[in-house]
Structures are given as C-alpha cells and as structure tokens.
C-alpha cells in the first residue's frame, strides 16, 4: 500500500465513523466475509449475500440474494454488459473496500453498512437495505438534509418530488391539469442534486418513497422480485444522463419527419375527411409530414369495435389509395392500435382460437368490462401472441402504413388476477407497453431493416427509449393549468432517457375553446421534442380549421420548426449517440444554484435555445433567468441580456421568449412543405455574434432521414464548426467528419449568416480567397461558402 492509498482508505474509516452518528445503521445483519469473484465482488452476511458488479467506472449495480433466494438474471432494463473495471479489494477489521478510479463501495461490517463514494465524495448509503414487510420488500437509503430529488417517471408534482412517495403503476389520469400524481409512464428512477442516479432494476409494481416520511430517507417498494439496483454517477448532469442511457440503451434515430408537423384529432372519421383536411393544409400551405389516424378508421363507433384492427371499408373504401395517394404529397400514414380485443369484435373468435389473450388460473381468456366493452387482453408477453399481432401490423405496413401509435398500453384496465405468460398482471404491468414497443422494433428489424419505425405510445419502462418508443403525455386537459404541467414532465423525462416526451399540442380533454392557450401551446410546440396537435373534435386541433389570425399565429410556429429542422435534427442524433436530452433543465448550465432546480418554466432547447413558455393567459410579461455561462441574444430583436442575472421581457403575440447562447451556431433551412422536400443543398449556418466569446463550437447531422442505422453503418456526414478570436482576427472552421460509408457530400454550398455585428469587417476570406458579403440592416452579414475537403476555413478581419 503506498502512501497515497493508505491516506484515502484512512480518509474513508473517519467519514464512516462520523456518518454513524448522522445515519441509521442495521445492527442485525451480520458481516460474515467477503471474496472477489472474476469482476463482482460477493459479501456475505448472516441474512444473505450481496454482489456487487462495476459495468463502468461510473456505473456500479448491487444486488442482495436474502437467503434461499436463487439469483435472477433477467433485466428489461439494462442492456450494457459489465465492463472489466480495474479495482482494488481491501479488508480490516472494521470494513471492507472496493477501490475503483470511479464509484468506490464501502462496507461497514459492524453495524453493517454500504456507502458509495464517487471520486473521493460520499454520495448515498443503505440505511437498512433490504428489509421485508407483510406487503413489501424494501431497499432504502439515507438522504442528506439539502439534496432534491427526481424521477419516478412522467408526473406534475414541481420539479423537486423530494417528500412524495410515488406509486409506480402505470395509470393515465384523463383531464389533469397543473397536478397529476400518477400518469401513464412510473418508472423506478431517482436522480439527486447530489448528480447520482439510482435505478431499480425489477419490473413488479411497488412505491418509489422520496423521503414522504421527512426523515432522510429514500425507499424502493415492490410487492416482490429482484433486490436489484444500479447507481449512476458523474461529474456532470450530461454525464450521468449519458451513463444513465448507456446502461438502459440510446434512442435511435428517429425518421426525420418525426420533427414535422402533424395532423391529428380524437378522430377522423373517414376517408373522405382525412383527404379534406390533408387538402386544405397544402391550400394554406401550411407544412405537414403526418396524419394519424384514430379509433375511427376500424369502427364507427367508439364502443364495441375496438380489436377489429382492420379498416371499415364503407368509411374507408381505398384505404391503400388513400396511403398511397397522401404519402405522394409527402404525407405519412398513422394508425391507433391498442392491445384490446373486445368479444364484440370481428377478431374475437380468432383471438380466443388462437390462444392470444391473457387468462385465468385455469387457462380461459380473462375477459372483463372497460370503457369500451367487454374484452380481453393480448398478452405481448407470450411469443405467440406477438407473432399473431405483429402479422396483423405487418398486414398494414405492406399497405403503406408508416408508423404507430400504440393506445391504451399501460394497460388502462389490469385487473390483477390476470395471468399473464411472463407473471401475473402485478409483476408485469408496468412493462406491458415496453415489450409492445420492443414486439414492433424488432419486427422492423427482421422485416423492414432499412426502415426506421415510428412508435407512438402512453406507456413504456426504464429502457424503452432503446425500441425507438417516442411517448407522450397523455389525455392532458385543454386548460392553462395542462399546459403549465407539460416543461416539467418532458424534462424530467428527458433526464430518465426517454428523451422525445411531448404533449397533445393544445391540450386533448375537454371542449374549452381559448384562442390564446391554443397559439401559446403550438409556440412552445417548436420547442418540444415532436410537434402534435391533438384534441377531441369538438374543438379542432389542426390550424386549418381555427379562425384566420389563429391560423396565421399557429402557421408562422410550424414553419419556425421547420426552418429549424437541421438544428432539431442534430439534437435528434446526440441524443441517439450521447443520450442527451432535447429538452434540458436550467441546472444543466449551473449545477451549484440550487435555485435553478425547481425552474421548469425556462429551460434549453439543445445547447443553443433558452425557451420560457408562456403559461398562464392574460400577462405582457414575464420575467427570466438567463444562465450565466453565457450572455443571451432575443432570437427575434436581437436585445442582449447577460448571464446570470434576470431580466422581465415583454411579451409578444406572435413568439414565446426565445433567446440564443452568445457564439452559438445554429443551422437553419428554408421552409418546406414537408420533410420530403428537405435538402441540404439549402441549409444555412447561423452565427450568433458575442465580442466576450473567445471560443465556441457547433454542429449539424446529416443522412438521408429515413434509413435505419446510418450511424452504425457510417452513412452519414458530420459538419463541426468552430469559431476562435485570435487578436484582431476571428476565424470560424467548418470540419467535415463523413461516416466510414459516405462517399459523396451533400453539404457543399451553404451560406455562413453572423447575427449581432457591431463592426462592418474590412476584409473576408474563405479558404484563402477573398469573399465579398451582404450586410443588413439588422446587422446581419451573409458570406457565401463553399465547403470543400475536410476543412473550411473562413477569416474576418
């Protein structure tokens, strides 16, 4: 043991025996030994044995086996395999150590105890750890007094859950407003102000317990399964939520005109009707990538039909032509499937013959009644149901059929007798909707691979951002009180991995019909991950149909996201290959001002977008925090407002506060009428001008939008930017980095667009040829560029 070694373990013993008088203890298990076995570490104690496996340095998972338990294997979580994590093993007579150079353990043997240092810092302790009551197994965890919590799936609570004990059962909430305890995705997650994450890897439901008791505990509750938990850390958020999503798996690049518009309502009810709407979009010209299709498009009525799964042909007569005819304007087809077949259905008799539905004890469909009648369940967990369902999808996509939207997946109604292939309902409730997911992702890989799916759904899991599931937030009320709740449930989502949570743009229950809420919702739309109006028709959701200023208000948003859709698109592919989030919370930029994490009414779009929503109706304006690593630019007049300090803005009718980063680059296109028509021969590179930044750095993705897994195969080009002040020089670099595969570039001709000058240059050049640019009047200069090899240097002088 050298010096250096011996001071650290020294430094450990003192924090544990100051942290025993801070902290409860469980002076009732019994430390019996302990041994390496190949990467884990095994420990024994009188009651059991825990094992703890490294996967990365910043990533460790700890399991406990009470006795006569058998070890299970099986995650629906985790997706990394463990790593070979270098550590060091040490033992005294007061504890044991595992060193590593990221998350170290310690083991108190007497009273028993596990910490967790990250880098020398404690950063949480079991308090009893596992425990048995007479309707739980418990794993919990003691709390510093000023530490805040997150997590626990899509909910509106405030952004610190700190002092909530949360249900996990996934459970949809129709009409909440500006608080919902419990919604469709419950996901056993916390994340700390401490930058840890703590994920429970079992799937029964149970109670993730954020300290409700006020005494410095955190608690895991289920009814049973695995004792089974990873902690994450890191030395940033954007590291742990990238370790968090390494662990659970990385979204994959969605289709592009994920990021267009939608046209969307509680339903269409015919053909005639989809192809009127779809028609006086292009008549207004106002862009649009997708319609879905709703309940109507099997059944006339809301009750009785649902599990038919196959179009009404007096209502739909071409539904093929319909497809076929939508996608040639550059349209996209999606249909609402739910995993309900009713006895009333067409498909009844055929789901019962072919042993597809969850059962009884005995082995009989379970059938009970619901909203929409009287049904049975598929059970996504049996292979062959999903063969079955997955041969009815695929019966639909050979139609043109584009994408899905899965329905009702939590599952709405589960009573808990239910038997299911993997477990009964109870143990498998919460991932229902994930292996729905995974039955369509796999099913594009094995018969569409150079497809990338499209799957809407109301429920999913740890880890389902990996199927490409994109979820939304379910059957929000058209009230300002929906629209207040929705920054913070995508943003906690976004630090759980599943990155892409939206809203029914302009609220879906209800037939409230606010002019205002319905603009300031789509206004906010351009900075959400996916951009769906959706409502019950009684107030129509598409632009289309609202009266001519709305419609103009609500025009002018869709065609800023599309205008936007290079830089959106960018955000999509480091989410896919970093795990960032689109969205991301103001403690991102200062993780010490504790202030900023209860803030979820401002936030980032990527690195380059401050947004602050308007959510309350009536008010001129508003004032924001502006993050102070930066000075921020109004998108729109360009006013400078320095970091670190808040200022109040006046509101505009026609744009929610927008505000750029200081030496941001941002790319931009033209507006197009739908992504099809997406090129990037006419993409723009926007600089945004601050003398205090020396240095700064951007990027843009490109591939074709459509095939699946350009990234793996190296189909694909990334342009990096730079920019650097060197004394009176100023030099922007543009780098290309094409993938292994790519062998034409498509980003050759752009226009290089610097906002905020406050000099008229003498002289510019671009790869050592003088240019001549355009400067405006809002001190906009425009340099034409060619981006030739794999480096573009341009020089102001």
Known sequence: MNFYTGLIKYSFCLAFLFSITLYGQNPEREFLEVRQVENSVEVKTGDGKYIFTPYTPEIIETSFLPSGEEISTGSHAVVLQPQQVPFELTEDSLSVLIDSEGIDVVIQKSPFQVSYFFKGEKIISEKTGYSRTEDHEKLDFNLTEPEMLFGGGARALGMNRRGHRLKLYNQAHYGYGSKSELLNYTLPVVLSSKKYALHFDNAPIGYLDLDSGRDNTLAYETINGRKVYQLVAGDSWEAVVGNYTLLTGRQPLPPRWTLGNFSSRFGYHSQKEVEQTIEKFKNEKIPVDAVILDLFWFGHDIKGTMGNLAFVRDSFPQPEKMISELAEKGVKTILVTEPFVLTTSNRWEEAVSENVLATDTLGNPFTYDFYFGNTGLIDIFDPTARKWFWDIYEGLAEM??????????????????????????????????????????????????????????????????????????????????????????????????????????????????????????????????????????????????????????????????????????????????????????????????????????????????????????????????????????????????????????????????????????????????????????????????????????????????????????????????????????????????????????????????????????????????????????????????????????????
């Open 400 to 797: 043109g059929v584009a994408g899905w939207w899965g329905d009702l997946g939590e599952p709405e109604v589960h009573p808990e007798e239910l038997q299911h292939h993997g477990g009964t309902a109870d143990e498998v409730h919460n991932i229902y909707g994930h292996y729905w997911a995974k039955m369509l992702y796999e099913g594009y890989q094995e018969n569409y691979p150079l497809k990338r799916p499209f799957i809407l759904m109301r429920a999913g899991a740890a880890g389902s951002q990996r199927y490409g599931l994109i979820p939304w937030s379910g059957d929000v009320s058209r009230s300002w009180g929906g629209l207040k709740a929705q920054p913070e449930i995508s943003l906690q989502m976004g630090l759980q991995g599943l990155a892409y949570m939206h809203s029914d743009l302009g609220g879906f229950a209800g037939d409230h019909y606010d002019d205002e809420l319905y603009v300031r919702w789509l206004q906010y739309g351009i900075f959400q991950p996916v951009f769906r109006p959706h409502a019950q028709e009684a107030v129509p959701s598409e632009p289309v149909f609202r009266a001519s200023e709305v419609m103009e208000l609500a025009k002018k948003a869709i065609e800023l996201r599309y205008k936007l859709l290079p830089y959106n698109y960018t955000l999509a592919f480091h989410n896919s290959v970093e795990g960032l989030p689109l969205m991301r919370p103001l403690f991102f930029e200062e993780p010490d001002n504790y202030r900023l994490y209860a803030v979820s009414n401002t936030y980032l779009w990527g690195d380059a977008f401050l947004v602050s929503p308007v959510v309350r109706p009536n008010i001129s304006e508003k004032e924001i925090y502006f993050p102070g690593k930066s000075n921020w630019f109004d998108f729109y007049s360009g006013e400078k407002y320095p970091g670190g300090e808040s200022a109040t803005v006046q509101l505009k009718k026609d744009h929610i506060p927008t505000f750029i980063r200081g030496g941001a680059f941002v790319p931009m296109s033209e507006i197009v009428q739908t992504t099809e028509d997406f090129s990037a021969e006419k993409i723009e590179i926007h600089y945004f001008f601050d003398e205090e930044v020396k240095e700064s750095s951007g990027s843009l993705f490109q591939d074709d939008g459509i095939t699946a897994n350009t990234i793996e195969k190296g189909n694909f080009e990334l342009l990096l930017f730079r920019s650097k002040r060197e004394g009176e020089k100023w030099l922007i670099e543009m780098e290309r980095q094409p993938g292994k595969a790519k062998k034409d570039p498509e980003i050759q001709e752009t226009e290089l667009i610097i906002h905020n000058l406050n000099f008229l240059p003498k002289k510019i050049e671009v790869n050592g040829s003088k240019v001549k640019p355009e400067f405006n009047e809002k001190k906009q200069l425009t340099v034409p560029v060619r981006v030739k090899g794999d480096k573009t240097t341009i020089i102001i002088n």
